[in-house]
């Protein structure tokens, strides 16, 4: 079955770039999306088809995707965005199955 | 405003039959696949499974397979996940999840757009 790894945790500074990488084989032939989730609360979808934004979410969350490696980039951080991240794709090769990375802890210094 | 409603919490014992239901409003139910996720306590999110509220048609992933049932009553607007013997590793936050699709059309690549707001399901001796 096909596997997401992203880093556990991410540390960054107020103002400063925060970068949460989700790994997967070949995974740039797949399309990615990002969830945010704060503590008590559902996820919420941030980023879609690797770059998109949905209405509401700020200019400041983008998304890229190549290689084996996706990236959810978050700039100018704020308080705000202390949250787990989760990357999420679908496995074509076994039915549709969804996949999510096991999650990443931004925090915000 | 577009939305899924879930049931509330609940307490079973092991062995106990469960359903939960997942409600939604504000769109044409029947033009979006709802998938259902688990998340255990302080751990990450965990696709189970979805349904094709138009025809009932629904797959699963292999780790729930055959312990839990995706259902859906268009009538209502409502999708339910269900077991028949509860363990009490069926503890867990449980979400409904809508996907995307565009236009009417759903795609195996869609995200999910609208979560509902999570069935706590606590399973104790």
């Known amino acids: 079955s096909y596997v997401l790894t992203q880093p556990p945790s991410v540390s960054v500074a107020p103002g400063k770039t925060a970068r949460i990488t989700c790994g997967g084989n070949?995974?740039?032939?797949?399309?990615v999306h990002w969830y945010q989730q704060k503590p008590g609360q559902a996820p919420v979808l941030v980023i879609y088809?690797?770059?998109d934004r949905p209405s509401g979410i700020p200019e400041r969350f983008s998304g890229s995707n190549s290689g084996n490696t996706a990236t959810l980039t978050i700039s100018r951080v704020e308080a705000g965005d202390e949250a787990d991240y989760y990357c999420?794709?679908?496995?074509?090769?076994?039915?549709?199955?969804?996949?999510f990375g096991g999650g990443t802890k931004l925090t915000v210094l | 405003e577009v939305q899924l409603v879930q049931s509330g919490a609940e307490v079973k014992k092991p062995g106990e039959s469960l359903r939960i239901s997942c409600k939604g409003s504000?769109?044409?139910?029947?033009?979006?696949?709802i998938s259902w996720v688990r998340q255990m306590p302080g751990k990450g999110l965990e696709w189970m499974g979805r349904?094709?509220?138009?025809?009932?048609?629904?797959n699963y992933s292999p780790s729930f397979q055959g312990h839990v049932t995706i259902s859906a009553d268009k009538s209502i607007s409502t999708a339910y996940l269900q077991w028949s013997s509860l363990k009490a590793s069926d503890t867990a936050m449980y979400y409904c999840?809508?996907?995307?699709?565009?236009?009417?059309?759903?795609?195996?690549?869609?995200?999910?757009?609208?979560w509902g707001q999570g069935t706590m399901v606590t399973v104790s001796s």
């Open positions: 088809y690797d770059s």
């Open positions: 504000g769109y044409s139910f029947t033009s979006y696949w």
């Open positions: 999420q794709v679908w496995d074509s090769s076994s039915d549709h199955r969804g996949v």
């Open positions: 349904i094709d509220p138009s025809d009932s048609y629904t």
């Open positions: 070949n995974i740039g032939s797949k399309s």
């Open positions: 999840a809508r996907h995307s699709c565009t236009n009417g059309v759903c795609s195996p690549s869609d995200a999910f757009d609208i």
